[in-house]
C-alpha cells in the first residue's frame, strides 16, 4: 500500500477569486491547471500570463496539463515559469522526447497525456524520458465528465510497465474521479488523481481532498 496524491483540478474553481480558491486546496499534493487553446479541444481556458501569477501566489505545486496545439513551441515557457511538472499530450507534440528533455533540463518534470482512445503501448518505450504519465479517464476538454471504465485496461497495461520499468514513473488519471471511481483507478495502478468537481463541489474541500486519498492509498 502506497501514498497517493491527489492533484484537484482549478477548472472547477472559481476563476474571478483563485488566490481564495487556491487556499481552499492547501492540503493538496499539486493543483492542477488545465491550459486549454480552443484548437486541441474545444474550450478556451488560461494561459502563461495567468499561470505565472499563479506560480507566485501558490503555496502548493503547480501541475500543468497542456490540452493545447504545437506545444513543442509553448511548452518550455511553463517549465521556465517555474511549474512543477508541465504534461503535454502525445497526440499534439510532433517531438516528444526532445520536448520532455527541454522540460526537465528547464527544471520541470515531464509529462505526457493520451486522450482514452489513444492507445499506450506505442508509447510506452518513452517512459525513461518522462517523470509522469497522465491517462484521461474522460475526453478532455471540460469538467463534470463521467469516469470512463474503458480505460482501465490501458491504466493496468501502463502500471505494468512502469513496474517492470523500475517504477520511477508516476501514473496519473484525470477526469470523473470521484470517491467510487478512485478506487477502480488505484486498484488498476495510478498513483496521481485530478479531481475538479469532487474536490471544490464540497463544502469542505480539505475533507473531500482527506477523503479520496484514504480510499486511494487503501486501494492501491
Known amino acids: 500500500m502506497s501514498r497517493c496524491c491527489i492533484n484537484p483540478s482549478i477548472l472547477s474553481a472559481d476563476f474571478a477569486n483563485l488566490e481564495a480558491e487556491f487556499a481552499r486546496i492547501a492540503t493538496a499534493d499539486a493543483a ?4 486549454m487553446d480552443n484548437h486541441f479541444v474545444p474550450n478556451l481556458t488560461l494561459g502563461l ?3 505565472e501569477r499563479l506560480q507566485e501566489i501558490s503555496s502548493i505545486p503547480l501541475d500543468i496539463h497542456l490540452m493545447i ?3 513543442d513551441r509553448w ?5 521556465e515559469a517555474g511549474c512543477d511538472s508541465v504534461t503535454f499530450h502525445a497526440e499534439a507534440a510532433t517531438a516528444p522526447i526532445r520536448l520532455a528533455r527541454e522540460l526537465r533540463s528547464a527544471g520541470s518534470k515531464a509529462g505526457l497525456a493520451i486522450r482514452p482512445a489513444t492507445a499506450v503501448e506505442p508509447y510506452l518505450d518513452l517512459l525513461p524520458e518522462i517523470d509522469m504519465l497522465l491517462v484521461m479517464t474522460v475526453e478532455p476538454g471540460f469538467g463534470g465528465q463521467k469516469f470512463l ?3 482501465l485496461p490501458k491504466i493496468r497495461s501502463a502500471a505494468e510497465a512502469i513496474k517492470a520499468g523500475g517504477g520511477q514513473v508516476a501514473l ?3 477526469g470523473g474521479v ?3 471511481t478512485i478506487v477502480r483507478a488505484a486498484e ?3 498513483d496521481v488523481f485530478v479531481a475538479g468537481s469532487s474536490v471544490y463541489g464540497a463544502s469542505d474541500p480539505a475533507a473531500a481532498i482527506a477523503a479520496l486519498r484514504e480510499a486511494a492509498t487503501t486501494a492501491s
Not at 492542477?32 to 491550459?35: E, I, L, P, S, T
Not at 511548452?75 to 517549465?79: K, M, R, S, W
Open 178 to 180: 470521484t470517491e467510487e
Open 149 to 151: 471504465d474503458v480505460t
Open 172 to 174: 496519473q488519471v484525470d
Open 49 to 51: 500570463p495567468v499561470v
Open 188 to 190: 488498476a495502478g495510478a
Open 75 to 79: 511548452a518550455p515557457a511553463y517549465a
Open 69 to 71: 496545439q504545437d506545444p
Open 32 to 35: 492542477h491547471v488545465d491550459v
